[in-house]
Each structure stands twice: as structure tokens, then as C-alpha cells.
């Protein structure tokens, strides 16, 4: 049981480039996100889908798209990419459980720099 | 909106010593609260959880109380370790989905 599983780990990028992030679960859930994490901040919410077909904004949208084609996987690519997307991206996965605590389980991140 | 605030690091202690990371909220209801820990080059492991009023979370020596009043989920531990060094986030969940909401982080440096 691998858990959640994101590649590549580390990647440089050139200012308008595109790439796209990998992030695979093996825990047969529903729900899947994807965060980044600024140097010193928290983490903020980019994407998200409840389920396979579906996905919703978060709170900072702007320059990525994703797909849900499947359960297991959740894809997040970068379009022209822009200093501003130089951060660690988390992608997440969660399935509600008893009551009503949905404990989301991370994957190890992928650092990503834009020069 | 909903809304996170903890403290900022980066906090530094002696092994032994007793450690407090505040945190407050801000949302309408009964959110979901949570304390996450992320150890250096990982990502983010949750640590405990509580919710509703009162309910207290713990895990590892760690413990937060989910406290209505104060909209406060502070985290404590009372003798720490070398290997607690971290960062550690508080969160909340509210809306529909299961999306956290989280605070900046607090980095925990604990000497020997």
C-alpha cells in the first residue's frame, strides 16, 4: 500500500513552459486535492474532485487545469508557467469516513522552480 | 471566509521543555479541527483531530483541546524531543468536499 504517490520529485522549469504534476492513490478514495506551499506559508488550496469526472477551483486556480479520469489518479498541469508558480506542490486524497472526520493523506510533494 | 491563525515560529526549545503552538479559527458552525506535522523533506502527516466542542484530540504526547468559546484548538505537549522538530499547521474543514483550511505553520526547533 503505497498511499499517495507524486512525481517528479524535483523539476526546474523555464518561464512559459508547461509540465504537468503526477499524483496517484491507491486507497480507493474519493476525494483528491492539490495544495502548494510557499516558502514560510501554510498551504493553499489549488484544485480539488470529489470524485472521477469531477473537479472544482480552490483558492488559487489561476494558471493550472486538472483531470479526473479515473480514481486512482489526479493530474495537475502547469500552462505557460511564471515565477509566481515557484513553490511545493502537495497533492492529497481523502474518503469520508466515520462521522465527521475526513482525514486527507499527503503525498511527499514535488519542489518546482520557474526561472 | 474561513480562516486559520497560529502563531509563528520559529519556536526553539530544550528537550524536556513543555511546548505550546496557539491556534484560532474563524467559521461559522462546528468545523472539523485538525493539527498536521510535516518532518523536514516530507509532507504533512496528520497528528490529531477533534470535532466538536470539547472533544480533545491527542496522539504521540500531543494533545488539543476543540474549545467553542475561544474558537481555539491550541496544541501542547509536555516533554518534547529531538525528533518532534517540525512544522506543525492547524486546520479546519468546513465546507463541503472536505477542503482544509490552513494556518502558516509553526516551526519547532527542540535542542538537546
Known amino acids: 500500500n503505497a498511499g499517495v504517490t507524486q512525481t517528479p520529485k524535483f523539476r526546474i522549469l523555464k518561464i512559459g513552459q508547461s509540465m504537468t504534476l503526477q499524483c496517484t492513490q491507491d486507497?480507493?478514495?474519493?476525494?483528491m486535492y492539490w495544495y502548494r506551499q510557499d516558502p514560510g506559508m501554510g498551504l493553499k488550496l489549488i484544485y480539488y474532485s470529489v470524485g472521477a469526472g469531477i473537479t472544482d477551483k480552490g483558492e488559487v486556480p489561476n494558471g493550472y487545469n486538472v483531470s479526473r479520469s479515473t480514481t486512482e489518479d489526479f493530474p495537475l498541469r502547469l500552462e505557460l508557467a511564471a515565477p509566481s508558480q515557484t513553490s511545493v506542490y502537495f497533492c492529497?486524497?481523502?474518503?469520508?469516513?466515520?462521522?465527521?472526520?475526513?482525514?486527507?493523506?499527503f503525498g511527499p510533494g514535488t519542489r518546482l522552480t520557474v526561472t | 471566509g474561513n480562516s486559520v491563525t497560529q502563531m509563528e515560529g520559529p519556536v526553539t526549545l530544550s528537550e524536556e521543555a513543555f511546548l505550546t503552538i496557539n491556534c484560532t479559527y474563524t467559521?461559522?458552525?462546528?468545523?472539523?479541527l485538525f493539527w498536521y506535522v510535516q518532518y523536514p523533506g516530507e509532507g504533512l502527516q496528520l497528528l490529531l483531530k477533534a470535532t466538536k466542542a470539547d472533544d480533545k484530540g491527542s496522539n504521540k504526547g500531543f494533545e488539543a483541546t476543540y474549545r467553542k468559546e475561544t474558537t481555539s484548538f491550541h496544541l501542547e505537549k509536555g516533554s518534547v524531543q529531538v525528533s518532534d522538530s517540525a512544522v506543525y499547521f492547524c486546520a479546519l474543514s468546513k465546507a463541503a468536499g472536505n477542503k482544509l483550511t490552513f494556518g502558516g505553520g509553526t516551526r519547532v526547533l527542540v535542542k538537546p
Open positions: 492529497a486524497s481523502s474518503s469520508p469516513g466515520q462521522g465527521l472526520i475526513y482525514e486527507q493523506y
Open positions: 467559521a461559522t458552525g462546528y468545523p472539523s
Open positions: 486507497m480507493n478514495h474519493n476525494y
